[in-house]
């Protein structure tokens, strides 16, 4: 055997590296991101969670009537109003549409009546001096004062009713916005005078994205007073609706009736203002 050839043989070989395998294993460390459901399903979640706590209602108005032993014609047992809605569910739900729809037609015009009213009492403190007043005259006095005068002006119809639940959910809205616009971060206001910039900028880069949380608050207080709003505008203007179903109940003791009416007015508003308040979060959640 020659010296290179042994020198070859004495030489070890060369040890591989192990080399990183590509892998599909989420590390156990970190968590999957979840997957946001979709609006329609977040908005019933909201509604469910809203309506359950009624069952406890339910349970302590029937032990009220079983041990007080009230008689059916001040207060009907639970069980029986439950029972007068489902023979005819049919009627309680277009009823309680039609009072929905005046109600969500009130709180869109009142809102946007509202904002506009904050709005230029922002721009101008005489507007806001000469705003201030009539706005608060238009909640002293009752639906049933007003409804007759606004009826003779614009008829008794369905225009006139929303009318009546917008004049009830524009304040909050304006109390609520103008607020918000008023109370920008502070030093903001002067920075943004040091630099220069014009009043509308001003507005729109920072009193809006301040008085933007607010407004949305404002919202979930108005659709609750809009319901009791629009059912007592039905109720005085004779129209169609829950209000004006409950109170032909009462005049003709319809007891049973009559409670069914306040128990599905009762679930549409916690249904509306379960879906407003999912859709002031998600529009919060949106514009941070």
């Known amino acids: 055997m020659t010296p290179s050839t042994s020198a070859r043989a004495t030489v070890a070989p060369t040890a591989r590296l192990p080399t990183a395998e590509p892998s599909d294993e989420v590390p156990t460390g970190l968590a999957p991101p979840r997957r946001r459901p979709s609006v329609a399903l977040f908005l019933l979640g909201r509604v469910v969670n809203a309506l359950w706590p009624l069952a406890l209602i339910l349970v302590a108005w029937w032990a009220w009537v079983r041990l007080g032993h009230l008689p059916p014609a001040v207060a009907p047992d639970p069980s029986g109003v439950l029972t007068f809605i489902a023979h ?27 904002a506009l009213l904050a709005t ?15 706005a608060l005259l238009s909640q002293c006095l009752p639906v049933a004062t007003i409804s007759p005068v ?20 524009f304040f909050p809205v304006m109390v609520f ?3 918000g616009l008023a109370r920008t971060p502070a030093g903001a206001d002067d920075l943004f ?42 109720w005085v203007m004779g129209t169609s609706g829950l209000g004006y179903r409950l109170i032909i109940a009462q005049s003709s003791f319809r007891t049973s009736e009559a409670w069914a009416c306040s128990v599905v007015s009762i ?8 879906i407003v308040s999912g859709l002031c979060r998600l529009a919060s959640e949106r514009f941070e």
């Open 88 to 114: 005819d569910p049919g009627s309680f739900a277009l009823d309680a549409l039609r009072t929905a729809g005046v109600v969500l037609g009130g709180l869109v015009v009142g809102a946007v009546a509202g």
């Open 267 to 274: 679930v549409l508003s916690v249904i509306l203002y379960s």
């Open 150 to 169: 606004l009826a003779k002006v614009f008829g008794y119809n369905t225009t006139t009713i929303v009318i009546i639940t917008a004049l009830i959910a």
């Open 177 to 179: 916005t103008a607020s």
């Open 193 to 234: 005078v040091v630099l220069g910039a014009r009043r509308l900028d001003r507005f729109f880069r920072l009193a809006v994205p301040s008085a933007l949380p607010r407004l949305l608050v404002s919202l979930r207080v108005s659709i609750v007073v809009a319901v009791a709003g629009a059912m007592l505008a039905q």
């Open 120 to 134: 230029v009492s922002w721009f101008s403190r005489l507007a806001r001096a000469v705003i201030s007043g009539p």
